[in-house]
């Protein structure tokens, strides 16, 4: 599909610009990497021009269908071009490596092969979290604009909630709105998170990176223990709060920029189940902890567990702790949380909320017709009835998911993994949260997979990111039939 390859070529060329950010950080940092972030960006403006201008004749408005091509190829083609300058400064990093690494910060995925990040050249560093600030935003609109469009796994009932309102079956415009809309709420929040930090304690640097991170819902940090470096209760409080904000569905962010007031957040039926959940689950494993003796007190342990869960559950991955010393208990009810906490439209991974509370009310619909089989009984969210197509859309989507992750598992323990590792690694990285206890992670990097395994791991996470049907589709033979 050449009309594909052009927006494809405009959008690495494009890409390119992101290169500036860490030139200046270069600069400012005197690292020395300036001329290899420059040498990145000029091949990735140059392969992306001339594949624009081969297909220029090509170019027209895309259709919905192409949209999957173009989400698919954008995260595999963007992700190859942010992991030149990881190649060109660490000449020992492996392709493998560097493409996980690079797949990682743009899926927002926040796990790392890489270690020493604390001796880790800081544009080199700051160029990783560039990548989840950038694939955040892009997984909001991706989430606002073109996964309601496509109509996959049940996001069809959004398309009327896209902020710029663009109502025509064209991918682009719907695109180009809701990058205009979002952006200024996306940058605000991100200013407004470095100022926080730089308050809480945090140099401007690890204030900057953070924030990024944080916005991002993303796991990557300057420093190998991540937010336990800083041993801050400042810090892990001001994250926390973040990475709540950020969990939300944006476009409530903008309605309530708008109107200035809370009531958007009010009518989000996500966030009151959100909230209620992660509560339950903080002062839960608050006293799970206590219980064990794993901290000397209970404020202790409420600190720990406030950002620790929080982080897991809103698929960022940050960690204070070293979560295999917790109860087995904790990390995996963590793990389940960050299939189901994160709102649509927020930069979060797994199954969503949204389609979390479609599945409930389904299965409350079911057990009320067996009692009444007579009776009418719509599935409504937010006070909205949910269309039966959208239903089995969501269903098909949860059976797809929990497919994916036993698939991907057996090809883990196929490579050698034990089950608790092969399983964890697998459901975090589709999931889009960082590796958070266990082996081989220490506290959350996997830098002790093989490279089989690592490319697995790359799998997850793309599929979790693209919502997997933007993927699967691409393998059926129909979809390349004219």
Known sequence: MPQVAYVLGVSLAAFALGYLLPIGCSLVMGDGLWPKFLLAAACAAGAGLALAGLTRRFRRELKPREGFLLVTLGWLVLSAAAAVP?????????FTAA??????GLTTTGSTVLTGLDALPPSLNFWRHVLEWFGGLGIIVMGLAVLPLLG?????LHKGQTPGAVKEERLTPRIAASVKSL??????????AILALRLAGMSWFDAVCHAFSAVGLGGFSTHDRSVGYFNSPAIELTLSALLLVASVNFARHLLALRQLSLEPYKADPECRPMFAILALSVVGIAVLLTAHGVYPAFLTALRHSVFNVISQATTSGLASEDLGRWPVFAPYWMLFLSCIICSTGSPGGGIK???TLVLARQTGRELKLLIHPA???PVRIGGRPVPEAVG????AFIFLYFMTVALLTFAMLLTGLDFDSSFTAVVASINNTAHGFGPPGGIHNLHGLSRAQDWICIAAMLLGRLEIFSVIVLLKPAYWRK
């Open 86 to 94: 990881l190649l060109l400064a660490l000449p020992e990093l492996s």
């Open 99 to 104: 493409y996980f690494e690079a797949m990682s």
């Open 152 to 156: 996959v796994g049940g996001m069809q």
């Open 183 to 192: 952006w200024l709420v996306y940058a605000l929040l991100s200013a407004a």
């Open 353 to 355: 909320m949204f389609r």
């Open 375 to 377: 009776a009418m009984a």
């Open 392 to 395: 089995h859309a969501v269903l």
